[in-house]
């Protein structure tokens, strides 16, 4: 059994190497642990999205190597870590108090993303992150969460489609279309249930005026 306690990881991309190596030291390496116990100690250190990626396999040695997988692909691809990146200098808060303490805090933070980023082969003093990387995180915080989720299905196979511009406003612009089309649809639908609507509702005012006049006629 593991001499330490296992190292928690809960989803976000940029705990994950620090996570995996820990893990990779303490259980996978080890000759002794039968993947399947492997498999059974990495769920257990796993909550939240990253627990929710790998929940659907049984717990068998065969799907051990499956669920590495799945995680490094999910929450280890260097596109992702260096766009998480990007983006929590985007989120940091402005420093509004000119204190000491609040400007070490602003230091920390941004220091602590550049050189990240720079650890990442993404220097910012040698030009090495470009425009659009850093354009392409603060268009994607500008989406609703559901076309957001689109863009990440259509770049993830494909880590050079994650800063490409002229894909990402195609696929905005393709979207605008779908809803149009959507919307289009749903009026169509609306106009077509309304128009029977009123057909059935005529067809009875003529039924129930014939019955009334035969009732009254002698």
Same mark, same amino acid.
């Given at each position: 059994l593991p001499r330490h306690e296992l190292p928690k990881f809960h989803g976000d991309v940029l705990e994950f190497t620090a996570f995996w190596e820990q893990f990779e030291d303490?259980?996978?390496?080890?000759?002794?642990?039968s993947d399947s116990a492997k498999f059974s100690y990495l769920r257990?250190?796993?909550?939240?999205?990253?627990?929710?990626?790998?929940n659907g396999l049984s717990l068998t040695a065969a799907n051990y190597p499956a669920a590495i997988a799945i995680l490094k692909n999910r929450f280890g691809r260097k596109d992702v870590?260096?766009?998480?990146?990007? /983006?929590? &200098?985007?989120?940091?808060?402005?420093?509004?108090?000119? %204190?000491?303490?609040?400007?070490?805090?602003?230091?920390? =933070? $941004?220091?602590?993303?550049? /050189?990240? &980023?720079?650890?990442?082969?993404?220097?910012?003093?040698? %030009?090495?992150?470009?425009?659009?990387?850093?354009?392409? =995180? $603060?268009?994607?915080?500008?989406?609703?969460?559901?076309?957001r989720k689109k863009w990440e299905e259509e770049i993830f196979t494909d880590e050079a489609k994650s800063s490409d511009l002229d894909l990402f406003f195609s696929f905005l612009l393709k979207q605008v279309r779908i809803e149009q089309s959507v919307v289009k649809t749903q009026t169509l639908g609306q106009l077509r249930l309304t128009k029977s609507m009123k057909t059935t509702a005529t067809a009875?005012?003529?039924?129930?005026?014939?019955?009334?006049?035969?009732?009254?006629?002698?």
């Open positions: 303490c259980i996978h390496t080890r000759r002794d642990i257990s250190s796993l909550s939240g999205s990253a627990l929710a990626a790998i870590v260096i766009q998480s990146h990007i /983006r929590k &200098l985007l989120e940091v808060e402005p420093c509004v108090k000119t %204190s000491a303490e609040n400007l070490q805090i602003l230091h920390d =933070e $941004l220091n602590l993303h550049v /050189r990240a &980023l720079g650890a990442l082969g993404k220097d910012l003093n040698s %030009s090495r992150i470009t425009a659009a990387e850093i354009l392409m =995180e $603060l268009f994607k915080l500008k989406l609703p969460i559901a076309i009875e005012r003529v039924t129930t005026t014939t019955a009334l006049k035969a009732k009254i006629e002698p």
